[in-house]
């Protein structure tokens, strides 16, 4: 006799790892009595920061959204077709999906597939997988509420299928390079023969073009930038006037990275009441917020290489202003 089980499309797991206001209190506190200040861009992303970044992807200038997406409309099918049987589907960082429903789709005829968002936006992924889960009846959906770190603890729950593990859209470009390295270590220790890797690397470029990217004349960005501040505020009962912050951009080519500033545009003094806490600024003192790191192609070969993941081939777009790198862990023993 045969009993079948019918599984819930959808199941939300929850992995924060202590109380999220103190983890944010704290790192406040510390980044913003530092010499020379600074904040973490990871509380860029509050709700109102999410709609944002989304705002940000859709811009003119901010290209690398575009650029992935039509490298992926143009190779999905053929990313699709090194998967023979069922795949589990793990993203880090997942946003809104849009770009991951091209790989879904391709994916999908003829495969049993697991969709694994995971994002520190709770809202972001609850809203993104409705989306799916109407798009793909066939889809199953473990949505991982989870920082990276926390997230790669339930990454190596998922493991009764291959696994195609994603990090798109130059998010790999938000950690300082031997950070970077670690962490795609730390992915590759959990990855078995059949289990693959893709992620989107945003490529070394014209320092006009970086700069338009990262401060766009809408000046989505510079909300973006700000509503840290605004994110104080409200958390943090702050008293951030954002009318004497300027959003600044500016690509230091030697690091291969942008870097973004809020800049104090007047000697100031600001209050966060529930922590207790009264900063001085002077007039163009800085908060570093932001580091977007750009690579060469050999810097990606080094990466992979320290990471001990081999990079099995990879998809430009077609202006070769982003690449697409589709990895395996190497199992000779310089890789181990
Ligand atoms: C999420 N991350 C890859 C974006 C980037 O390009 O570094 C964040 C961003 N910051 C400003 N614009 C976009």
């Not at 968002?117 to 199953?140: G, K, M, Q, T």
């Not at 220790?189 to 989107?200: E, K, N």
């Not at 954002?242 to 291969?256: I, P, V």
């Not at 750009?294 to 320290?306: C, D, H, P, R, T």
Request: glycine share 6%; aromatic share 8%; with cysteine.
């Amino acid at each position: 006799m045969m009993v079948s089980v019918s599984m819930p499309r959808f199941r939300l797991v929850e992995l924060t790892g202590g109380d999220p206001f103190v983890g944010f209190a704290q790192d406040v506190e510390a980044g913003l009595t530092a010499e020379p200040k600074h904040l973490s861009c990871r509380y860029f992303y509050d709700r109102e920061g999410s709609r944002l970044f989304e705002a940000i992807c859709k811009l003119p200038e901010y290209y690398l959204t575009r650029a992935e997406t039509e490298i992926l409309e143009r190779h999905a099918p053929e990313i699709a077709s090194l998967f023979p049987n069922d795949v589990t589907v793990i993203e880090l960082g997942s946003g809104n999906a849009v770009k991951t429903r091209l790989l879904l789709e391709a994916l999908l005829p003829g495969r049993q597939v697991r969709y694994v968002p995971i994002d520190i936006c709770r809202p972001v992924l609850e809203e993104s997988a409705a989306d799916l889960l109407e798009r793909f009846p066939r889809l199953e959906i473990v949505a991982v509420a989870a920082e990276y770190h926390e997230g790669l603890r339930h990454l190596r729950s998922e493991s009764d299928r291959p696994r195609l593990i994603l990090w798109l859209g130059s998010n790999i470009g938000n950690f300082r390079r031997a950070e970077a390295a670690e962490f795609l270590r730390r992915i590759r220790d959990t990855m078995t023969s059949a289990d693959r890797m893709l992620v989107g690397v945003d490529l070394r470029k014209d320092r006009a073009v970086l700069e338009a990217a990262y401060d766009d004349a809408a000046g989505v960005t510079a909300a973006f930038n700000l509503n840290l501040l605004a994110r104080i505020n409200h958390e943090l009962d702050g008293n951030f006037d954002l009318s004497a912050f300027q959003h600044r951009a500016t690509y230091n080519q030697e690091l291969g990275r942008i870097e973004m500033y809020l800049v104090s545009t007047r000697a100031q003094s600001v209050t966060m009441g529930r922590i207790g806490l009264t900063v001085q600024f002077a007039a163009g003192e800085t908060i570093h917020t932001e580091n977007s790191y750009k690579y060469s192609l050999a810097e990606i070969n080094a990466l992979a290489a320290a990471a001990g993941l081999q990079d099995l081939c990879f998809w430009q777009d077609t202006a070769g202003r982003f690449s697409l790198h589709f990895l395996a862990a190497r199992t000779d023993p310089a890789g181990t």
